[in-house]
């Protein structure tokens, strides 16, 4: 059971948009942590893909986008391309566990 | 350009011990935070371990506290992670990742993660 929920898995068709929510607590999203996104392809490493830093890192499209409000978290991405099929994982810092933590990780199916 | 390359994998069985290291170019290694990330088969990313730039900082998830030593030595750009008394549950890819600072800051790097797999 993750700290921060997820839902497993999320579809849609191309050119169509998404979002996968990250549902945390008053230790985490709900504290004022930043939340960040990973995205990681088929058997490739996880790559950042969101910070509340510094939004997108270089040479990530603009069709990403994050938010947060209360102690949830949302990932949306437009314009859906085949090439965004992939895992997206959600993560944070907990103060109560004084550690990481990250979602369960979405699957996002391009139809 | 940034390169994180982990290795010391292996198969291991239950009870044994295996040392993971993770090689770092390309950045000033002393400046930034390390850490230790696994994933099970089919599972999702669980954060285990991170170490300040000066090892000053030290933190282990909860559930694997007393199994785990992450150190780290800047002047050959590397991280490690001793893991001892592993399980079957152990069994997983362990990525090394960055940070700019504890807390808020993101893993903005990940290495290419090594397999451990822990069976009799």
């Known amino acids: 059971q993750s700290v921060l929920t997820q839902p497993p898995s999320v579809s849609g068709a191309p050119g169509q948009t998404v979002t996968i929510s990250c549902t945390g607590s008053s230790s985490n999203i709900g504290a004022g942590y930043e939340v960040h996104w990973y995205q990681q392809l088929p058997g490739a490493a996880p790559k950042l893909l969101i910070s509340e830093f510094s939004n997108r890192p270089s040479g990530v499209p603009d069709r990403f986008s994050g938010s947060k409000s209360g102690t949830s978290a949302s990932l949306a991405i437009t314009g859906l391309q085949a090439e965004d099929e992939a895992d997206y994982y959600c993560?944070?810092?907990?103060?109560?566990?004084?550690?990481?933590?990250f979602g369960g990780g979405t699957k996002l199916t391009v139809l | 350009q940034v390169q994180l390359v982990e290795s010391g994998g292996a198969m291991v069985k239950p009870g044994g011990s295996l040392r993971l290291s993770c090689a770092a170019s390309g950045f000033s290694f002393s400046g930034f935070y390390m850490s230790w990330i696994r994933q099970a088969p089919g599972k999702g990313l669980e954060w285990i371990s991170s170490?300040?730039?000066?090892?000053?900082?030290?933190y282990y998830a909860e559930s694997l506290k007393g199994r785990l030593t992450i150190s780290r030595d800047n002047t050959r750009q590397s991280l490690f992670l001793h893991l001892s008394s592993l399980r079957a549950e152990d069994t997983a890819v362990y990525y090394c990742a960055r940070a700019d600072c504890g807390g808020d800051c993101p893993y903005d790097f990940w290495g290419q993660g090594t397999l451990v797999s822990v069976s009799s």
């Open positions: 170490i300040s730039g000066d090892s000053g900082d030290v």
């Open positions: 993560q944070s810092y907990d103060s109560g566990l004084i550690g990481w933590v």
